[in-house]
Each structure stands twice: as C-alpha cells, then as structure tokens.
C-alpha cells in the first residue's frame, strides 16, 4: 500500500463550502482499496460517527496563507506587537518597555543593530534598528532612565506580554470561567 495523505482540502467534502481562515476543520484518513483517502469536514457536517471505520482522524484550525499574508507580521509575534505598541507612546515607561522588547527582539535576531548614536542629542542616546521580518527601520531612544523607570518598564512588559501570549476568552458576562478547551466550567 501507498501511503500518500494530501493537504488539507479548501473545501467541506459534504457540503462543498470553502473553508475560512482559522475555522476548525475536521480531518480523517481511510484505507480503501490499497490507498489512503484524506476527507475534511466543517463543523456543521462533521458527526461522530463518520469517523467509524476510519484509519486516523485529528481536528485542525484551516490556514489559509492569502489571509494571513494581509496580517502585520507582528501579529504572529507578541513581543514584536508589544514592541510597536509601545514605541510610540510618550510615558517614560512605555519607552522604557519599547527599549527592552527592542533589546530582546535583537538577541532573537529579528531586530539588527544598524546604527548607535555616538553623540547624544539632547538626553536620548538614539539607537536604529532593521525589523528583519516587516522590513523597517525602527527609531529607538534611550533617554537615560532610571533603575525604577527600567524596573516599572520590565514588568509592565512582563505583563503585556501574559496577556498576549495567553488572552482570557470572556464568557456571556465576561466573569465566566472557562477551561483550555472553550467549555464553561460552570456547566461541566
């Protein structure tokens, strides 16, 4: 027996409707006649009991390269999207933030070091970054903070960071609680 399992398909194999970016597909496996045969259901059409006789069978979220390819890349990347976020704003420690996520982004090697100022404009020493992946040169300013500007900076970036990396799903009220798999604890 060959084994040769194609991609996920765009469409439902029942109902023929286009999947969309991120919606949750249902894929299964079936031996027939010497071969494996890769079938893709959407939620709407996927029941329980097509799965009967199945050779393996797994649930995945549909990726869709056109959609995600109008997305900002620091969508996919929370430190990059906290780092944009706080380069603008005009607080000390939101600079302060923008300063260490720029720092760490250049030891991931997503940010490069172009240029540090070897004279200091005013009181900001000004440090110029390519963005690797969105193309940028990016502007950074180091007006000498202090050790509780860097301190209130690093945990403000810590924070941002847990809510990025791991956003809370609201409920119907927004106080619901909800395990890892979307379910209401409440009702379980």
């Not at 999947?19 to 890769?38: I, M, N, Y």
């Not at 933030?97 to 991931?108: D, I, M, N, T, V």
Request: with cysteine; aromatic share 8%; proline share 4%.
């Amino acid at each position: 027996m060959e084994i040769r399992i194609s991609k996920t398909g765009r469409t439902c194999c029942v109902c023929d409707r286009t999947f969309e970016h991120d919606e949750e597909v249902h894929s299964l496996v079936r031996a027939t006649e010497g071969s494996l045969e890769r079938e893709d259901y959407c939620d709407a059409c996927w029941a329980a009991d097509r799965a009967s006789g199945a050779y393996s069978l797994w649930t995945l979220s549909f990726y869709d390269p056109k959609v995600a390819d109008q997305e900002p890349p620091e969508v996919f990347s929370p430190l990059r999207r906290l780092f944009y976020e706080a380069v603008e704003q005009e607080d000390r420690v939101d600079q302060a933030k923008a300063f260490l996520a720029a720092q760490l982004l250049r030891r991931q090697k997503v940010f490069r070091l172009i240029k540090e100022s070897d004279e200091e404009e005013g009181e900001a020493r000004l440090y110029l970054y390519a963005d690797r992946i969105g193309n940028r040169l990016i502007e950074v300013r180091d007006p000498r903070f202090s050790y509780p500007e860097m301190e209130a900076g690093r945990r403000r970036l810590i924070a941002r960071l847990e809510e990025l990396e791991s956003p809370e799903p609201a409920g119907d009220d927004g106080n619901a609680e909800v395990d890892g798999h979307g379910h209401d604890a409440a009702t379980e």
